[in-house]
C-alpha cells in the first residue's frame, strides 16, 4: 500500500511541475505555424480561419506567460500578454469582417514576437 501511495504521490508532483523548455520549445514552433495560417487565411480572406488561428496563438501565449512568469522573467511575461492582447484583437477584428483591422493587429503580434525573440528568453 506505501509503495502504491508513493507512486501515486511521486507521479502527481511531477506532473504538477512547471513545463520545461522543450515544451515552450514546442509552443513557439505551434505559433509560428500559427502565423503561416494566419498569413494563408489573410491572402483568402477567410475571416473564420484567421480567427481560430489567432485564439490558438492567444492559448499558447497563455502557456509561455504561465512559463516565464514561473522563472521569474517579467519583461518575457509582459510581451506575451501583450502578445495575447494584439492575438485577441486579431481574432476580434477578423471575425467582425475587418480584415485590414485584423492585418493591423498581426503585424502588431508579428512585432512583439520578434521583440521576444531578440531578446534570446531561452538562453536565460
Do not use: Y
Not at 5 to 17: E, N, R
Amino acid at each position: 500500500m506505501r509503495v502504491a501511495f508513493a507512486i501515486l504521490f511521486l507521479s502527481m508532483t511531477m506532473a504538477a511541475q512547471a513545463p520545461d523548455v522543450e515544451a515552450e520549445k514546442g509552443w513557439m514552433n505551434d505559433a509560428t505555424d500559427l502565423q503561416e495560417d494566419i498569413r494563408e487565411a489573410m491572402g483568402k480572406k477567410d475571416g473564420a480561419k484567421i480567427a481560430e488561428a489567432a485564439l490558438k496563438i492567444d492559448a499558447l501565449m497563455e502557456k509561455t506567460e504561465g512559463f516565464w512568469a514561473a522563472k521569474k522573467a517579467a519583461d518575457i511575461v509582459k510581451l506575451a500578454q501583450t502578445a495575447r492582447a494584439h492575438a485577441k484583437d486579431v481574432a476580434a477584428q477578423a471575425k467582425g469582417g475587418k480584415l485590414d483591422q485584423a492585418n493591423d493587429a498581426f503585424a502588431k503580434l508579428n512585432t512583439t514576437c520578434n521583440t521576444c525573440h531578440d531578446l534570446h528568453p531561452e538562453k536565460r
